[in-house]
Structure formats: C-alpha cells, structure tokens
C-alpha cells in the first residue's frame, strides 16, 4: 500500500509561484508513473502533469510552459513547480502514482492541497 501526502498549496496572487510536494511512504515510487491532477469546483478532475521513471514529462497544454514536473526517486518525493500563476489555475491538487503489472494496475491517490490564485 502506497501513502501519498500532498503540501505547498495556498493562496497567491496573479502571476505569483508555488511548489508542491507529494512525499510517498509505504513502498518505493522508482517504477511508477507518477503525476498530478486538479480538480476545480463544479468541474472534472484534469490532468496537469504526468513523469516516468526514468523522467520524461507530459504537460497539459494550459500549463505548458508554466508549470514543472520533477521527481526525487531517492526521496520518493515528486515535485510540481507553479510559475505565472492564473485565476483559473485555481483548484484542489492531486499527487497520483500509477503503476500496471499484468492483470492489476496500481492506482494511488492523495488528499488534495488548495492552490488559490486571485486577480
């Protein structure tokens, strides 16, 4: 069983910057595939960003350019660092690490943190 905690969250203003963290405990992270998600109110979970094991990164294209996925394997921590901040940027952030062997696939999420960007 995996633990994902999720901190950094809070409110900032336009423009202003973030870092998450995501600290994983319970078993080591190397091989999964870990990202980020958010969900805003009255609206569907989205993905942010995504990196492999080995540190490719996948972006959506509303925060490409801004935002930047990073992981410590060693630490077992994943990073999301948040530039250029915007309104609709605001939401809940999610850590997620996914993992698929055969015949099972390994889904784990965290709590949530809340980024607030106000204009």
């Known amino acids: 069983q995996v633990q994902l905690v999720e901190s950094g969250g809070g409110s900032v203003q336009d423009g202003g910057s973030l870092r998450l963290s995501c600290a994983a405990s319970?078993?080591?992270?190397?091989?999964?595939?870990m990202g980020w998600y958010r969900q805003a109110p009255g609206k569907q979970r989205e993905l942010v960003a995504t990196?492999?094991?080995?540190?490719?990164?996948n972006y959506a294209d509303s925060v490409k350019g801004r935002f930047t996925i990073s992981r410590d394997n060693a630490k077992n921590t994943m990073y999301l660092q948040m530039n250029s901040l915007k309104p609709e940027d605001t939401a809940v952030y999610y850590c997620?690490?996914?993992?698929?062997?055969?015949?099972?696939?390994?889904?784990?999420w965290g709590q949530g943190t809340q980024v607030t960007v106000s204009s």
């Open positions: 997620n690490a996914q993992k698929i062997v055969p015949l099972y696939k390994y889904n784990y």
């Open positions: 990196i492999t094991s080995g540190g490719t990164a």
């Open positions: 319970g078993s080591t992270l190397g091989t999964y595939v």
